[in-house]
């Protein structure tokens, strides 16, 4: 089962544009959420988190926001540059479980 | 910083071979995983070690075993290899003050291993 899912495969943005990347899960027990990155031929990268007691957390031009009524999370990416084309995976983990999405490849065009 | 290595990079194996996958890491972390990445698919946790001498089973365990003697090293051992075990294979490490958490701190990975059965 998967608890936790990306829908969007691909989100395609011009250079200097906003990025939205979707996460949603469905166990709310869920107490930890993070963002990873990955480019081809490299494993993933830590990029950012939050704390399921928090809203939002920011780190330069990365934010996640977290609703928790909803069961979903976001990471916008202000402004988009060309080394942000990537794969980006959301996480949320509980004690001793972590699950990960399927991914978002984003593109971001000159 | 060599952080997290895994080796081999590539492997080809035919059905009902083993082999072990390496992965190493020198941060002195003292939790580490092995996850394995289907097409379209998230990372699933096949086993983790939250210390050396002490493993236990994630998600997708059958099929494979582990061992961790030391904090550097978490070798995963396939016994007798499956199609179903064509799979990218990630070993991450963390490291954390909380026994019970398993990754309320970040993972760093290790750039993967490409295997196909045959």
């Known amino acids: 089962d998967q608890q936790v899912k990306q829908n969007s495969p691909s989100l395609s943005v011009q250079e200097g544009r906003i990025s939205i990347l979707n996460c949603d899960y469905t166990n709310s027990m869920f107490d930890y959420f993070l963002w990873y990155k990955k480019y081809p031929a490299e494993g993933p990268t830590f990029l950012i988190s939050i704390s399921s007691i928090k809203d939002k957390n920011e780190d330069g031009r990365f934010t996640v926001f977290l609703n928790k009524s909803a069961k979903h999370l976001s990471l916008h990416i202000v402004p988009s540059q060309p080394g942000d084309s990537a794969v980006y995976f959301c996480a949320a983990s509980l004690i001793r479980d972590m699950r990960f999405g399927a991914g978002t490849r984003l593109t971001v065009k000159p | 910083n060599a952080g997290v290595t895994q080796t081999p990079k590539f492997r080809i194996l035919k059905i009902g071979q083993s082999m072990t996958l390496q992965c190493t890491q020198d941060?002195?972390?003292?939790?580490m995983y092995w996850y394995r990445q289907d097409p379209g698919m998230g990372l699933k946790l096949i086993y983790y070690s939250v210390g050396a001498g002490i493993t236990d089973k994630g998600e997708v365990p059958n099929g494979y075993n582990v061992s961790r003697s030391t904090t550097e090293d978490f070798p995963l051992r396939l016994e007798l290899a499956a199609p179903s075990q064509t799979s990218v294979y990630f070993c991450?490490?963390?490291?954390?003050?909380?026994?019970?958490?398993?990754?309320?701190?970040?993972?760093?990975f290790g750039s993967g291993t490409q295997l196909s059965v045959l």
């Open positions: 941060m002195n972390h003292n939790y």
């Open positions: 991450a490490s963390s490291y954390s003050l909380d026994r019970l958490a398993l990754a309320n701190e970040k993972l760093f």
